[in-house]
């Protein structure tokens, strides 16, 4: 199993370019303790509980706070071993035996034990948490026991001793132990939880590298460096400041002044050519690929678009080039859902190529030669109304005239929810970005039928029970030995979808991040694809070396 | 007086009562659904449901609305849907940064308004005066976004005389309270500017003139005292300006207070905190009403409180 993961991942990091980065790292290693950095975001920190927490602000900082039984390597998506210091996996493929590392303390001093890691996913799942993330457990026996209220506690997981913990599944899932490294599966002190109740989020107590020192509402929060870490020589930097309410303009103009090292926003779009060609700025740029997909969505309960000739048609009109230079070229072309970075992407498929003449006759044959009129949704702030204008003159060109509808992000998700209200949506800002490096993650929820409700995230409606089941099934192969025929599987069901054509997939965005020159550590950390969107831990300053 | 007080204060819980009524039901047919962005987008329905539930959103609005005024009469705000934090306590928090902000700018638009409005009136129809009432007219038109920026980078940026934003000394707050104050220096120069003609033309002043006095003492003992005194009355109302203003000036500069709050709260529609800045900021809109009528009648006393 461990295996599979590495190399899959393996070909991840590569595809990432991340090798070097593993290289680098090993000056890492040697870097001095010491130092700080002061990173900037425009909007207040939501909260910094980890089974709430789910933006790419608090993400990061989350991670920095709290460990899991899994992770990854720094800068890559491999997995590897984190609180656990084992693992087993029966035959079945349905039950996880994890070994916890002895004398892990939280921040409050206590050691962490395997009381801790049942409590922590029996607290995830209660409904009474409200935990964004509580989805991602469902394989776990007694999930829907939990989530149906009728349980407090996952009959699934069992303590074995104070450092054994055993988790049964209630079906084969290849993708269990990515689950247990994401952030809704960290490990927190019941007693802290118990103390701050709601305001737990506020008052984070965990086991990770750096410890909360101070939060100055709508100001700054301060992290310093847990100096019991038990990953000896981790982090690197004594402190880190979070300096909020920075509008990513402002918090670029102080990193040119030498007041800031990390603007947690990025370049804000309309400096990126400037500072992209600045000789003294652009080696402080660094470039890395993200698990992500700008998508249109076609819905297909909606005529005209229950016709497939036509979501056809679509997918031949959209001029992909165009919308990758409006956006400064911060992005490739995308021609199918996974992104290029993703287990089970297709290289030689070609998708549909461009070609407005194509689409013209081939919505003729739909029955549409003079086109009709429809609406496309799109979330109201820069470059998503420019990109969506720009679809609408490609539209134009094969006859379909789409009137834009830009709103509020919480406004086109509601829209989107509906069976009957937005034929179209521009996914911009609103995209999904994988919670982790896997192919399922790129199906249920955006795809597959269960995400096809009122309220759901499959804005096109699409339900294609094959699909689905097939999808079942390839979740189900949990043996290593079948890796590929998984990712095989995974590449087949996505490419079934662009043959039915439910969505235009447009490009597959990059990530950019800008340091001061005092801060080091390797490229890969700074675009990290599972840290978003720095991995604070592994930074270290130039200052103390 | 005290008669007054009552009414008036009966009519601002009134008034407050009526704003909760709008936006509560402006926040109730926005087409978002808070349940659904707390539960996140693997949540299943059942969940969101639960989720719904929970926050008492499957009742009906009427429900809804009594119970938010029950918790609102305990000074109970609520909890902030995506922060899960207590409004009051986020609003208590960047309470002190919008109090000094709006404080500092009423400095700035007295001094620079009042200066100008003088200057302007004692320099009448010539070229100074003038270029000051451009001036004015350039504050009041000028959208607030672009002049801070613009201050942002001349006076931040390229002279370095002030930091690019932030929050905690008084070098931080010179360039925010003068984007929002400009926009009162506008009307104030104007109103200073024709209030000091008019006195000006006053028989008491002819007289202190016939007198002997001197200029300056004629203008700083007699003119000015008369001529500010409907400006004063004014102050109260410029908080409701300024509560629109700080909306942009705060994000703009990063300043830590509740306008920047509001802002952040709008673009994620978390209704809970869009409510509680609405209702203290109205608060302090219906207070400084009132605090201008009140103060009207010491001004001139030709005014009665009735």
């Given at each position: 199993?461990?295996m599979?993961?590495?190399?899959?991942?393996?070909?991840?990091?590569?595809?990432?370019?991340?090798?070097?980065?593993?290289?680098?790292?090993?000056?890492?290693?040697?870097?001095?303790?010491?130092?700080?950095?002061?990173?900037?975001?425009?909007?207040?920190v939501?909260?910094?509980?980890?089974?709430?927490?789910y933006?790419?602000?608090?993400?990061?900082?989350?991670?920095?706070?709290?460990?899991?039984?899994?992770?990854?390597?720094?800068?890559?998506?491999?997995?590897?071993?984190?609180?656990?210091e084992?693992?087993?996996?029966?035959?079945?493929?349905?039950?996880?035996?994890?070994?916890?590392?002895?004398?892990?303390?939280?921040?409050?001093?206590?050691?962490?034990?395997?009381?801790?890691?049942?409590?922590?996913?029996?607290?995830?799942?209660?409904?009474?948490?409200?935990?964004?993330?509580?989805?991602?457990?469902?394989?776990?026996?007694?999930?829907?026991?939990?989530?149906s209220?009728?349980?407090?506690?996952?009959?699934?997981?069992?303590?074995?001793?104070?450092?054994?913990?055993?988790?049964?599944?209630?079906?084969?899932?290849?993708?269990?132990?990515?689950?247990?490294a994401?952030?809704?599966?960290?490990?927190?002190?019941?007693?802290?939880?118990?103390?701050?109740?709601?305001?737990?989020?506020?008052?984070?107590v965990?086991?990770?590298?750096?410890?909360?020192?101070?939060?100055?509402?709508?100001?700054?929060?301060?992290?310093?460096?847990?100096?019991?870490y038990?990953?000896?020589g981790?982090?690197?930097?004594?402190?880190?400041?979070?300096?909020?309410?920075?509008?990513?303009?402002?918090?670029?103009?102080?990193?040119?002044?030498?007041?800031a090292?990390?603007?947690?926003?990025?370049?804000?779009?309309?400096?990126?050519?400037?500072?992209?060609?600045?000789?003294?700025?652009?080696?402080?740029?660094?470039?890395?690929?993200q698990?992500?997909?700008?998508?249109?969505?076609?819905?297909?309960?909606?005529?005209?678009?229950?016709?497939?000739?036509?979501?056809?048609?679509?997918n031949?009109?959209?001029n992909?080039?165009?919308?990758?230079?409006?956006?400064?070229?911060?992005?490739?072309?995308?021609n199918?859902?996974?992104?290029?970075?993703?287990?089970?992407?297709?290289?030689?498929?070609?998708?549909?190529?461009?070609?407005?003449?194509?689409?013209?006759?081939?919505?003729?044959?739909?029955?549409?030669?003079?086109?009709?009129?429809?609406?496309?949704?799109?979330?109201?702030?820069?470059p998503?109304?420019?990109?969506?204008?720009?679809?609408?003159?490609?539209?134009?060109a094969?006859?379909?005239?789409a009137?834009?509808?830009?709103?509020?992000?919480?406004?086109?998700?509601?829209?989107?929810?509906?069976?009957?209200q937005?034929?179209?949506?521009?996914?911009?800002?609103?995209?999904?970005?994988?919670?982790?490096?896997?192919?399922?993650?790129?199906?249920?929820?955006?795809?597959?039928?269960?995400g096809?409700?009122?309220?759901g995230?499959n804005?096109?409606?699409y339900?294609?029970?094959?699909?689905?089941?097939?999808?079942?099934?390839?979740?189900?192969?949990?043996?290593?030995?079948?890796?590929g025929?998984?990712?095989?599987?995974?590449?087949?069901?996505?490419?079934?979808?662009?043959?039915?054509?439910?969505?235009?997939?447009?490009?597959?965005?990059?990530?950019f991040?800008?340091?001061?020159?005092?801060?080091?550590?390797?490229?890969?950390?700074f675009?990290?694809?599972?840290?978003?969107?720095?991995?604070?831990?592994?930074?270290y300053s130039?200052?103390?070396? | 007086m005290?008669?007054?007080?009552?009414?008036?204060?009966?009519?601002?819980?009134?008034?407050?009562?009526?704003?909760s009524?709008?936006?509560f039901?402006?926040?109730?047919?926005?087409?978002?659904?808070?349940?659904?962005?707390?539960?996140?987008?693997?949540?299943?329905?059942?969940?969101?449901?639960?989720?719904?539930a929970?926050?008492?959103?499957?009742?009906?609005?009427?429900i809804?609305?009594?119970?938010?005024?029950?918790?609102?009469?305990?000074?109970?705000?609520?909890?902030?849907?995506?922060?899960r934090?207590?409004?009051?306590?986020l609003?208590?928090?960047?309470?002190?940064?919008?109090?000094?902000?709006?404080?500092?700018?009423i400095?700035?638009?007295?001094?620079?308004g009042?200066?100008?409005?003088?200057?302007?009136?004692?320099?009448r129809?010539?070229?100074?005066?003038?270029?000051?009432?451009?001036?004015?007219?350039?504050?009041?038109?000028?959208?607030?976004?672009?002049?801070?920026?613009?201050?942002?980078?001349?006076?931040?940026?390229?002279?370095?005389?002030?930091?690019?934003?932030?929050?905690?000394?008084?070098?931080h707050?010179?360039?925010?309270?003068?984007?929002?104050?400009?926009?009162?220096?506008?009307?104030?120069?104007?109103?200073?500017?024709?209030?000091?003609?008019?006195?000006?033309?006053?028989?008491?002043?002819?007289?202190?003139?016939?007198?002997?006095?001197?200029?300056?003492?004629?203008?700083l003992?007699?003119?000015?005292?008369?001529?500010?005194?409907?400006?004063?009355?004014?102050?109260?109302?410029?908080?409701?300006?300024?509560?629109?203003?700080?909306?942009?000036?705060?994000?703009?500069?990063?300043w830590?207070?509740?306008?920047?709050?509001?802002?952040?709260a709008?673009?994620?529609?978390?209704?809970?905190?869009?409510?509680?800045?609405?209702?203290?900021?109205?608060?302090?809109?219906?207070?400084?009403?009132?605090?201008?009528?009140?103060?009207?009648?010491?001004?001139?006393?030709?005014?009665?409180?009735?």
């Amino acid at each position: 199993m461990t295996m599979k993961l590495m190399t899959s991942a393996l070909a991840i990091g590569v595809a990432l370019g991340l090798t070097s980065g593993a290289a680098s790292a090993q000056d890492f290693t040697e870097a001095k303790q010491g130092g700080s950095m002061i990173v900037t975001y425009k909007d207040d920190v939501s909260t910094l509980d980890p089974a709430i927490g789910y933006d790419w602000q608090n993400w990061s900082m989350i991670k920095s706070l709290f460990d899991g039984l899994m992770d990854y390597e720094p800068g890559t998506t491999i997995l590897k071993k984190d609180l656990a210091e084992d693992y087993t996996i029966s035959d079945d493929g349905m039950t996880f035996t994890f070994k916890l590392r002895p004398g892990v303390k939280f921040h409050n001093g206590r050691e962490l034990t395997a009381e801790d890691v049942k409590y922590s996913l029996d607290r995830v799942t209660n409904p009474e948490t409200q935990s964004p993330g509580a989805g991602f457990f469902g394989s776990i026996e007694g999930y829907d026991a939990m989530a149906s209220g009728e349980a407090t506690s996952l009959s699934g997981v069992t303590v074995i001793d104070p450092y054994t913990v055993e988790i049964k599944l209630s079906r084969p899932d290849a993708t269990f132990l990515h689950v247990m490294a994401i952030n809704f599966s960290s490990i927190v002190p019941k007693e802290e939880v118990e103390k701050w109740g709601l305001d737990f989020g506020k008052h984070p107590v965990g086991s990770g590298a750096f410890k909360l020192s101070d939060w100055t509402l709508g100001q700054s929060l301060t992290f310093e460096r847990n100096k019991d870490y038990w990953h000896t020589g981790v982090p690197k930097l004594d402190q880190i400041t979070f300096e909020i309410g920075l509008e990513p303009i402002v918090a670029l103009l102080r990193l040119q002044q030498g007041e800031a090292d990390i603007p947690g926003d990025g370049i804000p779009p309309a400096k990126f050519l400037e500072v992209t060609a600045d000789p003294a700025y652009k080696d402080l740029v660094i470039e890395g690929g993200q698990l992500h997909t700008g998508y249109i969505t076609m819905n297909v309960l909606m005529p005209p678009f229950d016709n497939l000739k036509v979501r056809q048609a679509v997918n031949m009109a959209i001029n992909k080039d165009r919308a990758v230079r409006i956006i400064n070229g911060r992005a490739v072309p995308a021609n199918q859902p996974l992104p290029p970075t993703m287990p089970g992407y297709a290289k030689d498929y070609e998708g549909y190529a461009f070609d407005p003449e194509a689409a013209k006759a081939l919505l003729a044959e739909a029955g549409f030669p003079d086109g009709f009129e429809t609406e496309l949704y799109v979330y109201n702030t820069d470059p998503n109304p420019r990109l969506a204008q720009s679809f609408q003159q490609d539209l134009a060109a094969i006859g379909i005239k789409a009137e834009i509808r830009s709103l509020a992000q919480a406004n086109v998700i509601a829209a989107g929810g509906e069976p009957d209200q937005a034929p179209m949506i521009w996914s911009g800002g609103m995209a999904w970005i994988a919670d982790f490096p896997d192919p399922s993650n790129f199906y249920g929820p955006i795809l597959g039928c269960d995400g096809a409700v009122q309220g759901g995230w499959n804005w096109s409606w699409y339900c294609n029970k094959d699909l689905d089941a097939a999808a079942v099934e390839a979740d189900a192969m949990t043996d290593p030995a079948k890796a590929g025929e998984r990712e095989q599987k995974w590449r087949d069901i996505f490419l079934k979808i662009m043959d039915d054509a439910p969505w235009v997939p447009v490009f597959n965005e990059q990530r950019f991040t800008m340091r001061s020159e005092k801060l080091g550590g390797p490229d890969a950390i700074f675009v990290d694809p599972v840290h978003v969107p720095v991995n604070y831990d592994y930074v270290y300053s130039n200052d103390v070396q | 007086m005290w008669a007054y007080l009552v009414r008036r204060t009966g009519e601002a819980l009134l008034i407050l009562l009526g704003i909760s009524l709008v936006t509560f039901v402006l926040l109730y047919l926005v087409p978002a659904d808070p349940a659904r962005q707390i539960a996140g987008r693997s949540a299943t329905v059942e969940t969101v449901a639960n989720i719904r539930a929970q926050l008492g959103l499957d009742q009906p609005f009427h429900i809804q609305y009594v119970r938010y005024l029950g918790n609102l009469l305990q000074g109970d705000l609520g909890r902030s849907y995506l922060q899960r934090s207590e409004v009051a306590e986020l609003i208590a928090a960047r309470m002190p940064a919008t109090l000094l902000l709006m404080a500092a700018a009423i400095v700035v638009e007295l001094i620079l308004g009042l200066t100008i409005g003088i200057v302007a009136a004692l320099k009448r129809n010539t070229a100074v005066d003038q270029s000051l009432m451009v001036f004015s007219f350039v504050t009041i038109s000028a959208p607030q976004f672009v002049v801070g920026i613009l201050l942002l980078y001349v006076f931040a940026v390229r002279l370095h005389w002030f930091p690019i934003g932030g929050y905690g000394s008084f070098a931080h707050l010179v360039l925010p309270a003068i984007t929002i104050g400009l926009l009162g220096t506008g009307w104030y120069s104007r109103m200073m500017r024709s209030s000091m003609i008019d006195v000006l033309a006053q028989d008491y002043v002819r007289t202190a003139r016939a007198k002997g006095l001197g200029r300056l003492r004629i203008i700083l003992r007699h003119v000015v005292p008369n001529a500010v005194l409907p400006i004063i009355a004014m102050i109260g109302i410029d908080i409701g300006l300024f509560m629109s203003g700080i909306v942009v000036v705060e994000s703009v500069f990063g300043w830590p207070g509740i306008g920047q709050l509001a802002w952040q709260a709008i673009q994620r529609v978390d209704i809970p905190i869009i409510m509680g800045v609405t209702l203290v900021s109205a608060c302090f809109i219906v207070l400084g009403n009132l605090v201008a009528d009140l103060i009207a009648p010491l001004v001139d006393p030709r005014i009665k409180l009735k």
